[in-house]
């Protein structure tokens, strides 16, 4: 089945008493037990709550995966992945990783003994050389955020099984409408759901994939133990989100890629990434991999008090930070997104003081661009 | 101000923009802003709702307290203070520490290198015998769930800070209404907000709270950091729930005190454990350090057919886990709260196959004790 349907059908058959066809927001704490070593199946909302499995069940069918999970956030989804691994074990990383994501490794689960090293993911052989006897996963972002770099996923996938690493997706950029990472071998696939899935900028969500249904047991063992869920309310708004993935995606990329051509052309504009531009390096493994190029694009200003220019005179366009949303969103990566990384690796990769993150939503194109064009004048 | 004022009257009481008596439900992930130096209060909803904001301030007020956190679960805001820890570390944890509790310190913690021991925080000295070199923490339950143990919360605090340690308490039997440990010198207050705090049975959250301003800086980091907040609707409805915190605090408690009484009185019931009683263990220490006895009782029954018999029987008692609800809920700890804990160490604990719980609810006692009589002698 299409993904466009089965996102549509999420929870569509869930409450059979009623015929309601979304599935009941079930703001309970508790469930009531018929007797003594009976359940319904649900005991306590944190090991289990009807609207958040109706999400779960709905994120691992469009995965194709055997069990999905809902986080509080996506920073809470990616904690509770890190607890899969023990003292003394490493990661190989994509190096341009989300700042939150980066805080979390370096401070939170860096004083555990997880050892990281970060490393360009779109160049499979850099990844094979960061590879110890102690590493037990690659954690790689399939878009990476904000330089748009892409994962060769099949490639990624065939070493990490050659030296029995778990292989980690973060897929926030390209939802499995756009991109299945199981499809090219990967093992499980986390979301910022916050993002393109629930895709209002209304609610914060995270979103696990697991292909394996004894490598899911195991995080299901975290996500009850820690209690890091997803409450019954948001679950909804994400289902509800979800249900539109496919229409507001395929608006997105379709300005997207006016925005970038527009972008390019422009004098005070001196590079952008867009990996639907033939231009971009990654965008042949997308096209062979992908039904397409998502809707982030990163581009330099000329000069960099042309920064504070763009983002306070567009209009239309907000100066905020997160994105996926149906709103176009406008972020400065070096003081937002990525401010937990160091300086100097920042500068390294490429996140300097004259890169700007638009996140492209689903007003009329012609409206953005002239937003742009004014805001540049 | 007094407490049932400041339940009602908390600096959130009115939304200054439109005069709403009601905090809006702020369902935004994130916020414009105005100006690319200097970013406005809020940015992401992880790092700030102004929803979660307001529910935060008035659990800190409450806990006399100047840093509140709210999380996604009372487990998310437990397993977020344990991440204050650092490999190497110790925590000396009271032994019949609720389940959940127990089986992220023994099968999660103790991987990332975090160790700990279990002991009878009843007694100060084994609590003070307990302490190593590297014990960094004592992590208390009082009363202690399910069998409503007393720990000396002055005394142990005084200890803690002899020996350098922090004092962390899981108050969510007692609530702030009736206990507030960080008066008493403890550093760190957490909650299952889902219990008596919210009150109604239909939101999972959890808290840290605070005095300290360095203690404040480290959980607010992890809670952005590790990013296990608790959503704008459900902060609302906690809200919601706190407004009657007091009323139903009193009511629970009165209808508690009603059915130890009674229950004391019955030939099958073999030990009833309530700090309202005059008998029960620690009694004297509960009433120096709280306003109350709670609203929580467990007992224990002559036999596991019995046990079977008023789990399945009672009408009125909901038979489910969890607690602190508008509902009288019966659970069966030994397979429920503490079933994470291994038998042979639970029963060394003393929860037993015939132990029963009772958080108790606001119907009318005299409903509850009738057809609690009619399950157990019926």
Not at chain 1, 152 to 161: M, Q, V
Not at chain 2, 319 to 329: H, M, Q
Request: with cysteine; proline share 4%.
């Amino acid at each position: 089945m299409n993904i466009a349907t089965q996102a549509a059908q999420i929870g569509l058959e869930w409450d059979t008493r009623t015929g309601a066809v979304t599935v009941p927001i079930y703001q309970t704490a508790t469930f009531r037990h018929p007797g003594l070593g009976q359940s319904t199946g649900y005991d306590y909302t944190r090991s289990g709550n009807p609207t958040r499995q109706a999400l779960e069940e709905g994120i691992a069918r469009l995965e194709g995966g055997a069990r999905g999970f809902a986080y509080a956030s996506g920073m809470a989804a990616i904690a509770n992945l890190l607890l899969l691994f023990r003292k003394g074990d490493h990661l190989v990383v994509t190096e341009d990783l989300y700042g939150g994501t980066y805080r979390l490794f370096e401070q939170v689960f860096g004083q555990y003994d997880l050892a990281f090293t970060y490393v360009d993911t779109s160049d499979v052989e850099a990844v094979r050389a960061a590879i110890r006897p102690e590493t037990r996963a690659l954690f790689v972002e399939s878009l990476t955020n904000p330089l748009l770099k892409v994962a060769d996923l099949p490639a990624l996938s065939a070493l990490c099984r050659e030296r029995g690493l778990l292989c980690i997706v973060d897929n926030t950029f390209l939802t499995p409408y756009l991109l299945r990472p199981f499809d090219h071998g990967a093992d499980i696939t986390v979301y910022s759901a916050t993002k393109y899935l629930a895709g209002h900028n209304d609610t914060v969500s995270g979103l696990v994939a697991v292909k394996d249904p004894q490598l899911a047991e195991r995080v299901y063992f975290h996500q009850n133990s820690v209690g890091a869920v997803l409450g019954p309310q948001d679950s909804w708004l994400t289902i509800r989100g979800m249900k539109t993935l496919s229409v507001r995606l395929d608006r997105q990329q379709e300005n997207a890629l006016k925005i970038a051509r527009w972008l390019a052309a422009h004098p005070l504009v001196r590079k952008v990434y867009y990996p639907g531009l033939e231009s971009h390096p990654g965008h042949a493994i997308l096209k062979r991999d992908a039904r397409g190029f998502g809707a982030m694009i990163a581009f330099e200003v000329t000069e960099h008090p042309l920064v504070e220019q763009l983002l306070l005179k567009t209009r239309l366009i907000s100066f905020a930070e997160s994105l996926g949303g149906v709103e176009t969103l406008i972020t400065f990566p070096e003081v937002q997104t990525h401010a937990d990384i160091e300086p100097e690796i920042r500068r390294r990769l490429g996140i300097n003081n004259v890169l700007l993150r638009l996140s492209v939503g689903i007003e009329d194109g012609e409206d953005l661009i002239a937003d742009l064009a004014q805001a540049f004048r | 101000m007094k407490f049932a004022t400041k339940l009602i009257h908390n600096g959130h009481a009115c939304d200054p923009a439109t005069g709403a008596l009601s905090v809006p439900i702020c369902q935004a992930s994130t916020f414009r802003q105005e100006s690319a130096e200097e970013f406005g209060k809020y940015d992401y909803t992880r790092s700030g709702n102004p929803t979660r904001e307001a529910l935060e301030d008035a659990v800190a007020q409450m806990e006399n307290g100047a840093h509140a956190y709210a999380f996604a679960s009372g487990m998310a805001a437990i397993s977020s203070a344990l991440l204050l820890f650092s490999p190497g570390d110790h925590i000396v944890v009271c032994e019949d520490v609720y389940g959940g509790t127990y089986r992220v310190l023994t099968s999660l913690f103790s991987r990332l290198g975090i160790a700990s021991s279990f002991v009878d925080a009843t007694d100060l000295d084994a609590l003070a015998a307990a302490i190593r070199p590297e014990t960094k923490a004592l992590f208390l339950e009082t009363p202690s769930n399910p069998l409503m143990k007393i720990t000396d919360l002055k005394g142990a605090a005084e200890l803690a800070r002899s020996r350098g340690l922090l004092t962390i308490v899981d108050n969510t039997f007692m609530t702030p209404y009736l206990q507030r440990p960080l008066d008493l010198g403890c550093d760190i207050v957490l909650h299952s907000g889902t219990k008596f705090l919210n009150g109604h049975s239909d939101v999972l959250c959890g808290f840290a709270v605070t005095k300290d301003q360095t203690l404040g800086k480290r959980l607010r980091f992890v809670q952005n950091a590790f990013g296990a907040v608790l959503g704008p609707q459900d902060s609302w409805l906690v809200l919601r729930g706190l407004k009657t915190l007091k009323v139903r605090m009193e009511e629970s408690q009165k209808g508690a005190g009603r059915i130890a009484a009674w229950l004391t009185g019955q030939k099958r019931v073999t030990r009833v454990c309530y700090p309202g009683l005059a008998d029960h263990p620690g009694h004297e220490v509960h009433a120096a350090q709280s306003a109350g006895p709670g609203a929580v009782l467990s007992f224990t029954l002559e036999s596991y057919e019995l046990t079977r018999r008023l789990l399945e029987g009672s009408e009125l008692c909901a038979f489910a886990v969890s607690l602190g609800g508008v509902e009288t809920i019966i659970s069966y700890p030994a397979r429920m709260s503490h079933a994470a804990v291994p038998k042979e160490e639970r029963e060394k604990k003393g929860i037993s196959d015939t132990l029963v719980r009772l958080s108790v609810g606001l119907e009318d006692p005299d409903d509850l004790i009738a057809d609690l009589d009619k399950a157990l002698n019926g």
